[in-house]
């Protein structure tokens, strides 16, 4: 059975807290992605900050770049693609059924999000093993670690708010306008 399609803001008119909660996370990932994570002090002459994008860029030039596109999908285009696809079953038209298998696919790949934070923390645990180095963690790692909680806050949100369902707005009805 094909019907009109609505979105989830549509059927639940007042909830606030899944659109500001995108909007938020999308702010926190947007100044969690340039915002240093790290900064790496060797032997007092040498310091340098490291942010996601930098460290990107950085393991591209330096030839490592199996290992720049695996921090670039997990930790830029992964979260990306997360919260555009939020944006979409929040704010798009589509019937339930297409919406519960959206949300199933999100949930699947939901469970490696974390993975981007792991990366980093691998990182800084790997520099500090290094006796000439000290690295210290920065304001961008907890920018971004709230990016990715907030994320699967809203996520998780947004999934409740679909399984419950609701009813859609009420169908317009030229015909009563006519009649009028």
């Not at 670039?72 to 038209?93: C, E, N, R, T």
């Not at 691998?122 to 670690?145: M, N, Q, R, S, W």
Request: aromatic share 14%; glycine share 8%.
């Amino acid at each position: 059975m094909t019907g009109p399609y609505y979105s989830l803001r549509e059927i639940h008119p007042r909830r606030w807290i899944a659109p500001l909660g995108l909007f938020a996370a999308s702010v926190l990932l947007a100044f969690g992605l340039y915002v240093p994570l790290l900064k790496i002090e060797k032997m007092v002459f040498w310091e340098n900050e490291y942010s996601v994008a930098t460290g990107v860029f950085g393991l591209w030039d330096d030839g490592q770049w199996v290992l720049a596109a695996i921090v670039f999908f997990w930790s830029v285009a992964f979260p990306i693609a997360k919260l555009a696809l939020l944006y979409w079953i929040w704010f798009g038209k589509m019937d339930p059924g297409q919406r519960e298998r959206t949300l199933h696919r999100l949930a699947v790949l939901g469970k490696w999000s974390m993975l981007d934070v792991y990366i980093v923390a691998v990182l800084i645990v790997a520099a500090k093993l290094g006796p000439v180095a000290d690295v210290t963690p920065e304001f961008g790692i907890y920018v971004f670690g709230a990016a990715v909680v907030l994320s699967m806050l809203v996520t998780a949100h947004i999934e409740r708010l679909a399984k419950r369902g609701g009813e859609p707005p009420p169908p317009e009805n030229d015909d009563a306008e006519a009649a009028e």
